[in-house]
């Protein structure tokens, strides 16, 4: 499973990367206006800063939502580097322009995708990815790993190749749970993929080892 981090923070994404375990990041508009980035200029300018920190897919958002509009803006994007993922909302003209870049060879990440149906559509117009938000369906007390459960299993019946990006993770058991269920990327923040780390029984059990090491080193 890829882990991809949802951040626009570069210090948060060179601390998921220095642990060598990330394969791409998610952005969006508001994670993007909560590192205060706007302006065409500066956007572009932290797209290309996080793509010299990763090896590959970064899924960068369109503003538009006419066809036209995500269409130019998507190019544009694309040209930033070859890592850039265009992503594209589940909306009518997102469709048609997920079909557009696929036969451009343009990658794509179609977001904001609550259920089964949607994601069926996305995958007929060729994305790259698809983004199902397990944690805001949690939200509004559905369930979000029902969800991806239902995606991974349509893809798997017909073979599309669109890979299933569980987004909206809050939590190791999503994630762990996404894992189970056999999405092909999870992407959270930092504090999710470091708190894979922790278990109790870990640090009890380092802590011994010392200790018994210390002492027999004395003797
Ligand atoms: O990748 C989608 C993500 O940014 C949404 O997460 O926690 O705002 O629902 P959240």
Redesign the pocket.
């Known amino acids: 499973m890829k882990f991809f981090i949802?951040t626009a923070n570069l210090d948060d994404i060179k601390q998921a990367y220095d642990l060598g375990v990330l394969d791409g990041v998610?952005t969006?508009p508001s994670?993007m206006a909560k590192e205060g980035i706007t302006g065409d200029a500066n956007v572009k300018a932290h797209y290309k800063a996080i793509c010299d920190i990763v090896d590959n897919n970064v899924s960068a958002e369109v503003i538009a939502t006419d066809f036209a509009g995500m269409v130019k803006e998507g190019e544009e994007l694309a040209k930033i580097d070859d890592k850039i993922v265009v992503k594209v909302p589940m909306i009518k003209d997102g469709i048609k322009a997920i079909k557009y870049f696929s036969d451009k060879g343009i990658r794509t990440n179609c977001t904001l995708v609550f259920s089964a149906g949607q994601a069926l559509l996305a995958a007929k117009a060729g994305a790259s990815y698809v983004?199902p938000?397990i944690?805001?369906l949690d939200d509004i007390s559905h369930d979000g790993l029902t969800l991806i459960e239902q995606i991974v299993q349509i893809y798997d019946n017909y073979g599309y190749e669109t890979e299933v990006l569980a987004?909206?993770v809050?939590h190791t058991m999503h994630l762990v749970q996404c894992a189970e269920i056999g999405a092909d990327v999870v992407?959270c923040p930092l504090k999710v993929i470091t708190s894979l780390l922790n278990h109790p029984l870990t640090d009890s059990g380092l802590a011994a080892f010392l200790a018994d090491h210390k002492k027999a080193s004395q003797k």
């Open positions: 949802d998610t969006n994670l983004s938000f944690g805001r987004a909206s809050r992407t």
